[in-house]
T-cell receptor, first 114, second 114 residues
Framework: SQQGEEDPQALSIQEGENATMNCSYK?????LQWYRQNSGRGLVHLIL?????REKHSGRLRVTLDTSKKSSSLLITASRAADTASYFC??????????????FGAGTRLAVHP | GAGVSQSPSNKVTEKGKDVELRCDPI?????LYWYRQSLGQGLEFLIY????????KSGLPSDRFSAERTGGSVSTLTIQRTQQEDSAVYLC????????????FGPGTRLTVL
């Protein structure tokens, strides 16, 4: 069953604009990760944020985590056409409460137009 | 160094036939995961191997699905008597240790059952 749920499901922006994607989850977590997927193939890890962290940066990426709201956001600043991909959040706890695998959301499809 | 590799990259089979999908994880990674992704959907966890422990098979959708990991390295996912609903991209990932470590994904195998 699904733990993380991203919104929006799809996002279309122009190059240079910022893109914000959100992820909500149901149970307490130790950490939350964001992954990117191009063309329906392998995923690439972007960033991991721990439950005791509120914000993390990596290049043009900014991730926030609000454990009280059980939500996270991924911000991509100054977007480029090459950022076009699907973005997934993954949490380390299943909805049943067990720790045994990453649970991925359904993803946000981002399209950046030149 | 070499990443996770999967073979074949594409597989077309007829309904009722058996298929084997292979995953070569990153050397030294003790954890290995199989996921399934249907078109436009998120990742569905299938099975998780961690070292010499018994695998977590809780995500396997039916007894037609099985997986092995020989010598703590290469893994094979077998689907017997394939059905059209088995058509999907099958993704393998490995991580250094714990199940919440960063996962490194292979390029996937696109399975089409006619």
């Amino acid at each position: 069953s699904q733990q993380g749920e991203e919104d929006p499901q799809a996002l279309s922006i122009q190059e240079g604009e910022n893109a914000t994607m959100n992820c909500s989850y149901k149970t307490s977590i130790n950490n939350l990760q964001w992954y990117r997927q191009n063309s329906g193939r392998g995923l690439v890890h972007l960033i991991l944020i721990r439950s005791n962290e509120r914000e993390k940066h990596s290049g043009r990426l900014r991730v926030t985590l609000d454990t009280s709201k059980k939500s996270s956001s991924l911000l991509i600043t100054a977007s480029r056409a090459a950022d076009t991909a699907s973005y997934f959040c993954a949490t380390d706890r299943s909805p049943s409460g067990g720790y045994n695998k990453l649970i991925f959301g359904a993803g946000t499809r981002l399209a950046v137009h030149p | 160094g070499a990443g996770v590799s999967q073979s074949p990259s594409n597989k077309v089979t007829e309904k009722g036939k058996d298929v084997e999908l292979r995953c070569d994880p990153i050397s030294g990674h003790t954890a290995l995961y199989w996921y399934r992704q249907s078109l436009g959907q998120g990742l569905e966890f299938l099975i998780y191997f961690q070292g010499n422990s018994a695998p977590d098979k809780s995500g396997l959708p039916s007894d037609r699905f099985s997986a092995e990991r020989t010598g703590g390295s290469v893994s094979t996912l077998t689907i017997q008597r394939t059905q059209q609903e088995d058509s999907a991209v099958y993704l393998c990932a490995s991580s250094l240790g714990g199940f919440t470590d960063t996962q490194y994904f292979g390029p996937g195998t696109r399975l089409t059952v006619l």
